[in-house]
């Protein structure tokens, strides 16, 4: 099939930055965020010493999934991901609200590693926590991420280089450090009861938390040079090298930590354990770094459904502009830093988490059920097809809607009541056309 650009892409002014180190880096950053950081106590409430096979559990229950979104990353070179691929598969609508519900569930992710981030650093600055010290932090952390993203993709990509590299560091030294003074103690003997059945369901629906994000790195395809090798590369890579890395994390937590379980600091402990004070204070460095590439990471990608949205005319013109100068969708940035900061002044959204994970699982859900209305259309040489038919994108489906049984029913009412206001911002906008 000829890459010739749809009349959709030929409107985006956006440069073509991203290679597959870029790809790559927006995949791990969306996949490791804070949540690794508290994850492995929980992980072994549930299921002791088998908690390590858990992990690999949800690395297996993604795979579909992301082999789903590398198959349709590998179709298009315009900026959208989720948006494009329900938008052509089953209209505008679905498409809108797809578009909608991930710029909700990554804005409000966005808001709450933002508080994170203040209070790690009220770990070394206690002023940074409390009262007017804690609004301008929040307020120099969202305005200072949308300078970053105002000035370029480039400088984005630059800037996550930085702390990835850095949080990489502290992670797999910790690993290191555990297995070199620890030894064969960090391999678990498994010679506990197997926990029952719904503990094992518990701990996967917990961990399956530190495998969502990675749908962040097909929105910017329009900035990608070679997004139809580029996609699938650089998420299967991703999710390969994370799980691998959370794994390793989890047994030397445990060896390092025999009461795991009751640890509400993890990896703070474990360090701390292995390296004393000293590691404490490296870790925290680690957990600092790891939010704030983060958060690089979700607004660098939320940002461009906005402006893809715009030039769907599912939202005003004023999102889909773009700077004269650094080549960026600067309104879009400007809008998601202002909103971050005023949901982050309002204080904690923990309770909000389930509902960001409902919505990402509609848009697995939708994105798995394009591939085979898309496959017919876009099949040709140089992309990335499946085998098995619709074996793969069923095995998808069929993994998400068991993670919605799974959710609270307060999750369900609060993603139909953000649907319902989507719905209404579509219609006013198709009536405004």
Known sequence: MSQIPSSEETQEKLPRNLGLWGVWMLVVNGLIGAGIFGLPSGAAAFAGEYSVW???????????????????????????????????????????????????????????????????????FPIAG???????????????????????????????????????????????????????????????????????????LLLIYAFVGFEGAVVPAGEAKRPERDMPLGLLLGLGIVAILYMLIQLVSQAAIPDLASS???????????????????????????????????????????????LENSLPAWFGQVHSKYLTPSNSVIFFGISAFALAAMGSFTFLAALTVLARLFLFGMSCAAVPVLRPRFKGPGRFILKGGKLIPVLGILACIWLMFQVSWTSVWMTAMFVAIGTGLYWVGRKEK
């Open 54 to 124: 858990i992990y690999a559990f949800c690395a297996l229950l993604m795979l579909p999934i992301i082999l789903c979104f590398a198959e349709l990353g590998s179709y298009f070179r315009g900026t959208g991901g989720p948006i494009k691929y329900g938008t052509l598969a089953f209209g505008k609508f679905v498409g809108f609200q797809g578009g909608w519900l991930y710029y909700l569930a990554r804005l409000i992710s966005f808001a709450a590693n933002t508080v994170l981030l203040t209070d790690s650093i009220a770990y070394f």
């Open 264 to 310: 509400t600091t993890p990896l703070l402990d474990a360090s701390s354990a292995l390296f004393g004070e000293i590691g404490a204070v490296i870790l925290m460095i680690g957990v600092a770094t790891s939010v704030i590439a983060n958060l690089i990471s979700s607004m660098f990608s939320a940002t461009r459904v906005t402006y893809a949205l715009s």
């Open 130 to 204: 409390e009262g007017s010290g804690r609004l301008i932090s929040l307020a120099v952390t969202c305005l200072g991420l949308s300078l970053i993203n105002v000035l370029g993709s480039l400088e984005s990509i630059r800037t996550m280089t930085l702390f990835t590299v850095i949080k990489f560091a502290v992670l797999i030294g910790l690993i290191f450090g555990g297995f070199t003074m620890l030894g064969a103690d960090v391999i678990p003997r498994f010679n506990s009861p197997l926990p029952a059945g719904s503990d094992l369901g518990k701990a996967a």
